[in-house]
């Protein structure tokens, strides 16, 4: 039947000039011609669309039929699957090339990960050929389809382990291979382009602005995808992955920019070196997004991806100053992959440079106070341990590269900002390592010894709140300020006063040692009558009901029992034993000092 | 750096050619009164014996004629000269640019050899925005970066490298020596590793640690 009112209409038309053609004409077309297709009569689709006396109608109407043929070709199990490629490919030559690129691209859109990824698969190539056809029209249609594509692709789970992209279960690297493939007439069109146009004259581009466009449209996709997949994977090196398909699809996204007129070192150096304003329809931001930005920063200098197009005269401090800004970025997202880029990259540009050799002049620069902020919140509150850790070990870094000036006014600033006990106590024990450096024969400088101490060990030596300091709260912070405090009285000679304590000694007993003192026996004696009280509750076993529960999840935690309210509050008169050792050491070390 | 009176033409040709005037004396009065880059150039610096051995008679004559035509003496240098007299010094520079700390000037650690000439005119200034041509090799020959095409059709479609001069953003040697540089001159750099990579190197780059590098510079253009 459908075959019947496919065969009349096309056979009614023949001859007819197709804007005669009626509506009701597409529309038999349209029904029967899918139906045919759909219940299996495609041998003789195939026949009718492939008489040159139907041209003119499978031209004008053919694109209709796109859909069943599409959904039989994913499929692949048709027995007429080999008629309806043949029809399809038929189709792709001789229909209009806008009407095939609409009916593509809706067969494009699909919802599970694996009919995505075999659409993908299937339509890319089809894509290519009917783009081409559109000659020097084709930018904003190449945009089209690159941003459809890429929405598909993010649809597609990705892989993280070195088995995983073996593997390519969802077919993700087949994907990013595909793409690579796609894309390549293009690119090379705006390379050839390039190529000539320089040959002609400085100014006088060919293609005028469809060239731009379509130089645009690439470097929108590449940037887009430096953003997803590439941020969001974890490339493999070539020892633990030989052949890696996202790492070489990296590489011929990097490729791909420099062959369309962005170098990559402008590119990474963008935030400092000052970029001329290209006139275009898309803003700085758009063309040059920050994170994609960050991501092309990580693939070069963490992979050395495309490092033989990557100038080896940049002196190491620029490179950091450079990926300051892509560090910050990085570091100040909250997902993790983000966060492991940023400290790897960190990590990289720190390595180059000379321990002790970067000046205080680079502190008035922005993100190299905003990183270590950022640094801290990794350091404290980030989920993943591996990531705690490989942070404090960046941040260690990143303090050792200073030089001395430097690291002072790094030091000062931390202690102002950092706000956390740990953090703090951390600063304190790399200002005693550098007042012991300091003192050793040759290294004397003026900022860990001497004039610009005072003013620092004063921040160090102090209780925030004074007496009602809570005491474990900021225990690190106490701890480290009494080992510095002791370490000085034992390391410099009360003749000699290298560092000038001596002489402060009694301004820092006044403002820190005897707060402390007051604030220790308060603390005790408050947890000492805590302690009383909760033996003896417990000794009069009275059941109370507690007037508050805390639950994590869905999940009620048991009461404290007193058994662990007890060890609690042991621990804590433990701490005040532990502060009060010290303290007492250093006043013993003092009072020898003045009975000299 | 103003100087005293033009020192004064002692030698003919005859004379320099001669045997009876030793290269030392030759060698003596240039290293006295020409500026620090002429004798540089010309491979003049160093113990005066070490010279004599090296350097031929025709070369000196050769050098000592150019000094007088170019009257490139002492103090003429757009570079500052650093002389044996002066002692560690420590620079004090409130440059808003980002320098590495330098407590002790020294000699420099990197030596120039004229390939073709600038204009002798166009100088760049720090800061200004220079452009070049260049292939960087190893001591062992080793090329680890150039951005000179190897087809010669292409060099018109790549870019010449373009940065601020002076200011930090390339390794210390490139900076030194572009400064001396003028237009349209091709040079010979020879960097030794502290102002260059350094005990680190670039692994990525092929340069190992501690390696002296070797630039072969053309600039092309100054802003």
């Keep these: 039947m459908a075959l019947e009112q496919f065969s009349d209409v096309v056979q009614r038309c023949q001859g007819l000039p197709d804007d005669s053609y009626t509506s009701e004409d597409h529309n038999i077309f349209t029904v029967a011609g899918r139906s045919c297709i759909e219940k299996g009569d495609s041998v003789q689709v195939l026949s009718i669309v492939l008489d040159e006396k139907n041209q003119d109608i499978v031209r004008c109407m053919g694109w209709n039929l796109l859909p069943p043929l599409i959904q039989i070709l994913i499929k ?110 293009f690119v090379q069109e705006v390379k050839q382009n390039l190529q000539n146009s320089e040959e002609l004259s400085e100014g006088k581009r060919m293609g005028g602005q469809n060239m731009d466009e379509l130089r645009t449209e690439l ?109 910050c970025l990085l570091l100040s997202r909250t997902k993790e992959t983000r966060i492991q880029k940023g400290l790897e990259l960190y990590e990289k540009c720190l390595v180059r440079v000379e321990d002790g050799s970067l000046p205080a002049d680079l502190l008035e620069i922005k993100t190299f106070l905003t990183v270590p902020q950022n640094l801290v919140k990794v350091m404290t509150i980030c989920s993943r341990h591996d990531l705690r850790t490989r942070g404090l070990k960046v941040f260690q870094m990143s303090i050792d590269k200073f030089n001395t000036e430097a ?139 507690s007037v508050l529960s805390v639950s994590v999840g869905d999940e009620t935690l048991p009461n404290v029992t007193s058994e662990s309210q007890i060890q609690a509050l042991h621990s804590a008169l433990h701490t005040f034993d532990m502060i009060e050792s010290v303290l007492v050491r250093i006043e013993e070390l003092i009072e020898v000092r003045d009975n000299l | 750096l103003k100087m005293a009176a033009e020192p004064t033409r002692e030698w003919s040709d005859e004379q320099l050619k001669s045997d009876d005037l030793p290269k030392k004396d030759i060698i003596k009065f240039l290293q006295d009164n020409a500026a620090h880059s002429f004798l540089n150039e010309h491979k003049l610096l160093g113990n005066i014996k070490n010279v004599a051995k090296t350097a031929k008679k025709e070369q000196l004559m050769i050098a000592y004629n150019e000094l007088f035509e170019s009257k490139r003496f002492k103090g003429s240098d757009p570079v500052e000269e650093a002389t044996q007299q002066v002692k560690a010094v420590k620079i004090e520079e409130k440059a808003k640019e980002v320098k590495a700390e330098v407590v002790d000037e020294g000699p420099p650690k990197y030596t120039k050899s004229v390939l073709k000439k600038g204009d002798k005119t166009n100088f760049p200034k720090k800061g200004e925005t220079v ?10 020959g080793t090329v680890f970066d150039t951005n000179i095409p190897a087809a010669a059709r292409k060099k018109k479609q790549a870019k010449p490298l373009s940065f601020k001069v002076g200011m930090g953003k390339v390794i210390r040697g490139w900076d030194e020596a572009l400064l001396t540089m003028s237009k349209g001159e091709m040079a010979r750099l020879e960097i030794e590793p502290e102002w260059a990579y350094g005990k680190k190197g670039l692994p990525e780059s092929k340069i190992p640690p501690n390696a002296k590098l070797i630039f072969e510079v053309e600039l092309v253009s100054v802003d």
């Design chain 1, 407 to 545: 690291k002072h006014t790094f030091f000062q600033y931390m202690l102002k900002t950092s706000k956390h006990s740990g953090v703090e106590g951390y600063i304190i024990k790399n200002i005693k390592n550098q007042i012991d450096t300091a003192l050793q024969p040759g290294n004397s400088n003026t900022w860990f010894e001497g004039v610009h101490l005072l003013p620092l060990l004063r921040k160090v030596l102090s209780l925030p709140d004074g007496p009602e300091t809570d005491l474990l709260e900021y225990l690190d912070r106490v701890m480290e300020s009494l080992n510095l405090l002791r370490y000085l009285v034992i390391r410099d000679k009360v003749t000699e006063n290298q560092t000038g304590i001596w002489t402060e000694l009694y301004k820092i007993e006044d403002s820190f040692l005897k707060p402390l003192r007051v604030g220790l026996n308060m603390s005790r004696a408050h947890y000492e009558r805590e302690l009383h009280n909760t033996m003896e509750t417990k000794k009069s076993k009275a059941k109370e009901e």
């Design chain 2, 131 to 140: 452009s070049c041509w260049y292939t960087g090799t190893l001591e062992d």
């Design chain 1, 76 to 185: 692949k199990e048709d027995k007429n699957l080999s008629q309806c490629l043949a029809i399809f490919n038929h189709l792709l030559e001789r229909c209009q090339p806008k009407e095939l690129l609409i009916g593509l691209l809706e067969q494009l859109e699909q919802d599970d990960p694996d009919t995505v990824a075999e659409s993908l698969h299937l339509l890319l190539n089809p894509l290519q050929k009917v783009l081409l056809r559109l000659g020097s029209r084709k930018a904003s249609s190449l945009g089209m389809t690159l941003s459809s594509v890429l929405d598909q692709v993010a649809k597609l789970p990705l892989p993280y382990t070195k088995e995983q992209e073996e593997d390519d279960v969802f077919s993700l690297c087949r994907c990013c291979t595909n793409l690579i493939t796609f894309i390549r007439p």
């Design chain 1, 219 to 327: 470097l929108k996709f590449c940037m887009k995808t430096l953003g997803h997949p590439l941020l969001e994977v974890q490339l493999k090196d070539p020892d633990t992955l030989v052949e890696s398909p996202l790492r070489t699809f990296s590489t011929e996204i990097l490729n791909t920019l420099s062959a369309i007129g962005e170098p990559l070192p402008s590119l990474v150096y963008q935030p400092l070196l000052k970029r001329k304003q290209v006139p275009g329809f898309l803003e700085e931001e758009v063309r040059y997004p920050k994170e994609s930005l960050a991501s092309l920063a990580h693939l070069v200098f963490v992979h050395h991806l495309a490092a033989d197009t990557f100038p080896s005269v940049f002196s190491p401090v620029f490179c950091l100053r450079c990926n300051m800004e892509h560090i």
